[in-house]
C-alpha cells in the first residue's frame, strides 16, 4: 500500500510548515479474538529529512487505542555492533489504515519531541487541515492538546 502523508509542525508559531511525503506500506494486519491488533511488515518512509528506508524498515506495531507504540528499528553498524533507532511515537486506527507519528528521529539524528515544535506526520491525508484533524482523533485520550497543532 502507497499513502501520502503530511509532516506538519506543531505549536502555535508553525501553522505555515508543511510537507508532503510518501510511504510504502507491506505487511500484515493481524485481529485477534481477544482484541490485540498487530501489524508485522515493511513501513518505508520516502523522504531525505524524514526518513525510514531501507532494508532495517521491518517493524511490529501493537494496535493500543489512544496509545502509541514505539515507532522503530535496529540499525547495523559496520563493526557489527547495532543500535536501536526510534523514529517517535505512531498511533494508528483500528484496522491500520490511518496513523500519526510524534517524530524522534529527523535529519538522521534524534531529536525529543514536544507540543511547542515537534514534527508529526499523519497519513493518509491531503493537507495540513486534514493531518491535524487525524493527528487529534488518533491521540484523542492520550494527549492533551493545549495548543494549536
Known sequence: MTLTGIVYQSGNDNDSFKHEVNLSVKGKFKKSLWGKHKFQG?????????????DQTYVEIAYQENKPAVLGYVQFNDEGSTSLISLGDIFINEDFTAFTILMTYIDGQATGWNHNDGYVLSAPVNDREEAVHLTRKLTKGYMDWNTEL
Open 42 to 54: 515493511y513501513f518505508e518512509i520516502q523522504d531525505d529529512r524524514f526518513s525510514l528506508q531501507g
